[in-house]
């Protein structure tokens, strides 16, 4: 899945490569200040699909074991409250280092299963509705006071892997904000937890493999998963993750050239809470790190970036 934005990036003119769940920066549409530039876009929807992810297991854990399947009725509603925060900060040879960070937002989130899984519906439809979104910039808090009522939605396999991303902003909201609120959700699908076909217990191990396609390189995430606990319909999952670079060739979008991997380190990990009854995590918490290094074809410019994204789920109080 290319994980480029599908909306227009008003971020300072710079060469910024961003590889893992955010995007490529090269545009120049910020204002002379270096105040993001707020302008409307249209209000189409984008659906948006997320590669597949294969679950293998390493260790079945203890008895009694089942196998872990979220089916959510139709007409399930779920309210929780989606946090997002991308540290970038990156580096072009000898030149000052420059601040690419996407600021923290908190998203509510109002979610309906709008369709289920069955026999004719191999996934479930889930709707979702943003409320008030909040962020400690004031540059991005601006932009996204026309948010609330915005729609989204994610059709997700009962293993609990999303396989389609739709994004749907209403049409006041700014490109910025828009931007913004996508790197959010990308963010999200990458780190949910699925779950393999075989009967686990508590203990149980198993590795995921998913592919990240960004522009011109390939990305296998990898990722290793611990049953740890599973009371009251709620399972509770451990996570690690490290992507690795498929290529030594990072190819640039729109014939811009190429670049060397020279180095590439982005692992992490984090918990989900999960009920199998409900369409998105209750509770969590995941931060993903790493630093890569880039070579021209010449080896004469080094560009090199360090990135932290942290994703947080949490159920509000009734």
């Known amino acids: 899945m290319p994980v480029l934005s599908r909306f227009t990036y008003t971020r300072p003119c710079a060469f910024a490569a961003v590889l893992s769940l955010t995007a490529l920066v090269t545009g120049c549409g910020d204002t002379p200040d270096g105040t993001p530039a707020v302008t409307a876009a249209s209000s189409a929807?984008?659906?948006?699909?997320?590669?597949?992810?294969?679950?293998?297991?390493?260790?079945?854990g203890a008895e009694p074991r089942e196998v872990v399947r979220l089916t959510p009725a139709t007409g399930t509603e779920q309210s929780v409250i989606l946090t997002t925060r991308?540290?970038?900060?990156?580096?072009?040879?000898?030149?000052?280092?420059?601040?690419?960070?996407t600021p923290e937002l908190?998203?509510?989130?109002?979610?309906?299963?709008?369709?289920?899984?069955?026999?004719?519906?191999?996934?479930?439809?889930?709707?979702?509705?943003?409320?008030?979104?909040?962020?400690?910039?004031?540059?991005?808090?601006?932009?996204?006071?026309e948010v609330r009522g915005s729609g989204a939605g994610l059709t997700m396999g009962p293993n609990g892997a999303v396989s389609a991303l739709r994004l749907e902003p209403g049409t006041a909201v700014p490109n910025v904000a828009r931007s913004a609120l996508e790197q959010a959700f990308y963010q999200a699908v990458y780190r949910m937890v699925a779950f393999p076909d075989e009967a686990i217990g508590v203990g149980a191990v198993w590795e995921s493999h998913q592919q990240v396609m960004s522009?011109?390189?390939?990305?296998?995430?990898?990722?290793?998963?611990?049953?740890?606990?599973?009371?009251?319909?709620?399972?509770?999952?451990?996570i690690r993750v490290e992507q690795i670079p498929?290529?030594?060739?990072?190819?640039?979008?729109?014939?811009?050239?190429?670049?060397?991997?020279?180095?590439?380190?982005?692992?992490?990990?984090?918990?989900?809470?999960?009920?199998?009854?409900?369409?998105?995590?209750?509770?969590?918490?995941?931060?993903?790190?790493?630093?890569?290094?880039?070579?021209?074809?010449?080896?004469?410019?080094?560009?090199?970036?360090s990135q932290v994204d942290r994703v947080g789920w949490h159920t509000p109080e009734a």
Not at 86 to 101: T, W
Not at 255 to 276: C, F, K, N, R, W
């Open 86 to 101: 991308s540290e970038v900060h990156q580096q072009i040879g000898d030149q000052a280092a420059q601040d690419f960070s």
């Open 246 to 305: 498929q290529e030594s060739t990072w190819m640039l979008p729109n014939g811009q050239g190429q670049l060397s991997v020279e180095q590439y380190t982005m692992a992490g990990d984090g918990t989900l809470t999960i009920d199998p009854s409900k369409p998105l995590p209750i509770q969590g918490d995941f931060t993903v790190s790493g630093d890569q290094t880039y070579l021209d074809p010449n080896g004469a410019t080094r560009l090199s970036q």
């Open 106 to 145: 908190t998203t509510p989130l109002s979610a309906t299963v709008a369709e289920s899984v069955s026999d004719g519906a191999p996934g479930t439809v889930v709707d979702l509705v943003l409320g008030d979104v909040s962020t400690p910039d004031p540059h991005l808090e601006t932009s996204l006071t």
């Open 215 to 238: 522009a011109g390189i390939t990305i296998d995430q990898v990722g290793t998963a611990t049953l740890v606990s599973r009371d009251d319909n709620r399972v509770r999952v451990d």
């Open 45 to 60: 929807e984008v659906t948006v699909p997320v590669s597949a992810v294969t679950a293998t297991v390493l260790d079945a």
